[in-house]
């Protein structure tokens, strides 16, 4: 079964298992959990490295010396070009072995109503439809807070600037036209080099928000299941909160109330614990990619 370890250090890193898996987050991380279950039916090592950018320099820095170390990360706001060239033969040993999710993040694939609804601590009278309806409320009051943060990441890409940070309310953007205010009216902006403040001119940016609020609708007014990007690229921790907290009782085995990060990773690993015909495709190829590569290293 899938090992996991807690609290791993960059310089004291020992080869225990044939396969080391790297993930995002601290000691008893969400992802840590939930991949380690996805994984225990191999004989790989579950590891944390805190955030993105550790695990970004760990795969630098270790491909080399230990092709049996993988690193999956937070996809964020990279772009498709970005994360499509991560799966590209994954793993090889010539490339860095770092995985970006092709969603915003690992709660991301979640946010499936009729996976969720075949979860074994619904709350009664609890349905793939009413699961679906407090998914897409959630999101079209988060949607331009995601949209805002999305142009400012790719601005940011492609500039190599750092100092302007994403807004942290949703209620601060409750619509289109308070989103463009706030993406517009960033004081950051005016400190920019000239040569970037020509291309963050007001027709420029807000052709960037008017395009990356299109993707996330697919031509709809408001967040429709099946329609846009939405689920992929909003952040999904936000919302998986939200819906686990609103459709899901989640009790221990004496009973008990389990609440917060518990309740959310025992949701996600009973999901995991089923069928894995009702598992979103990246989840099954991830699981079926790490036992390819357990197997040719034992060749």
């Not at 498709?80 to 860095?96: I, L, Q, R, Y």
């Not at 979860?119 to 949607?143: F, H, M, Q, V």
């Not at 299941?225 to 009782?249: E, I, N």
């Not at 999901?271 to 290293?297: C, F, G, N, T, Y």
Request: net charge negative.
């Amino acid at each position: 079964m899938a090992a996991v370890t807690r609290g791993v250090q960059a310089d004291a890193v020992e080869q225990r298992a044939s396969v080391v898996v790297y993930v995002e987050g601290n000691t008893d991380s969400f992802d840590q959990a939930v991949i380690g279950a996805l994984l225990s039916p191999l004989d790989v090592e579950v590891r944390t490295l805190g955030c993105c950018d550790n695990s970004r320099a760990a795969a630098a820095g270790w491909h080399a010396s230990h092709p049996n170390y993988l690193f999956i990360a937070d996809r964020d706001y990279r772009s498709n070009t970005a994360v499509e060239d991560s799966w590209s033969g994954f793993p090889d040993p010539e490339k860095w072995n770092l995985l970006f999710w092709r969603r915003h993040e690992l709660e991301s694939y979640f946010l499936e109503p009729a996976w969720l609804a075949r979860g074994r601590y619904l709350k009664p009278r609890t349905n793939e439809k009413s699961i679906a309806k407090k998914l897409t409320d959630e999101a079209k009051r988060r949607l331009y807070l995601d949209v805002v943060n999305d142009v400012i990441a790719a601005v940011l890409a492609e500039s190599q600037q750092t100092w302007v940070w994403p807004l942290p309310n949703p209620a601060e953007v409750p619509d289109e036209d308070s989103a463009w205010r706030a993406l517009s009216g960033l004081a950051s902006w005016t400190s920019w080099p000239d040569k970037m403040r020509q291309a963050l001119s007001v027709t420029a940016l807000r052709d960037r928000f008017d395009q990356t609020l299109a993707d996330y609708l697919g031509g709809a007014t408001s967040p429709v299941l099946g329609s846009g990007q939405w689920q992929a690229r909003m952040s999904g921790k936000p919302l998986y909160h939200h819906l686990v907290d609103t459709c899901f009782a989640v009790r221990d085995l004496q009973e008990r109330v389990v609440q917060g990060k518990d309740a959310r990773g025992r949701v996600a690993i009973d999901l995991i614990q089923q069928s894995d015909e009702h598992w979103p495709a990246d989840i099954r190829r991830l699981r079926d990619l790490v036992k390819q590569h357990r197997e040719q290293l034992t060749w």
